[in-house]
């Protein structure tokens, strides 16, 4: 079945200080993953997309079909950071899946 | 940027009333896509539609919800009678062909009391 597993609903860390955010997931075929984020009373927003390897606002997240896993880092965390963070996959045109989110709270 | 809208932003309803929840995809998108959040839970996939039909549905997506797009520009959610349990932030979304990103609107909370 196809599942997106945040284990984290709240992480804070202090200003400066690295963030890894986690994402695991379960899908049948070659999935295509992403991270979007929520600023406070904002939309869902694209930050990254594993195929195109970028570097977004400082994050990064490398796909590891061994482990599954799609986690978000950043070497040093900014105020400006804090919203919550969606790992999310699709494995066709037709929809996504969501896991359930983790609110990053960068502390001064 | 093109943005999708939402309108309205917030929708206070009677339970067993009917709603409609209006969305503005980007113009050249082709695909579109709702889903529903429920307060302190995840985004949850409820419909897409392609080409005039749905292409896809969730479980959620009983016979209470229909979408339509009236015209060239509007792509609506109805939810015929309400419950309390409908109570969510709904996200419209729009996509386009060869690119599996999509794009959020900025939601629409429905309250049913």
């Known amino acids: ?108 | 940027e093109p943005e999708v809208t939402q309108t309205p932003s917030h929708q206070v309803t009677q339970m067993g009333q009917e709603v409609i929840l209006r969305c503005v995809p980007i113009s050249n998108h082709l695909y579109f896509y709702w889903y529903r959040q429920i307060l302190g839970q995840k985004v949850e996939f409820l419909v897409s539609f392609y080409n005039n039909e749905i292409s896809e549905k969730s479980e959620i997506f009983d016979d209470q919800f229909s979408v339509e797009r009236p015209d060239g520009s509007n792509f609506t959610l109805k939810i015929r009678s309400t419950k309390l349990e409908d109570s969510a932030m709904y996200f419209c979304a729009s996509g386009n062909w060869g690119d599996t990103e999509a794009f959020f609107g900025q939601g629409t909370r429905l309250t049913v009391v």
């Open chain 1, 1 to 108: 079945a196809q599942r997106v597993t945040q284990p984290e609903k709240l992480l804070s860390v202090f200003k400066g200080a690295p963030v890894e955010l986690k994402c695991n997931y379960s899908y049948s075929g070659s999935p295509e993953l992403f991270w979007y984020v929520q600023y406070s009373r904002q939309r869902l927003q694209l930050l990254l997309r594993h195929i195109s390897r970028e570097s977004i606002k400082g994050f990064t997240a490398d796909l590891n079909k061994g482990e599954t896993s799609f986690h978000l880092k950043k070497p040093f965390a900014q105020e400006e950071d804090s919203a919550m963070y969606y790992c999310a996959l699709t494995g066709n045109f037709n929809k996504f899946y969501f896991g359930s989110g983790t609110k990053l709270n960068v502390k001064p």
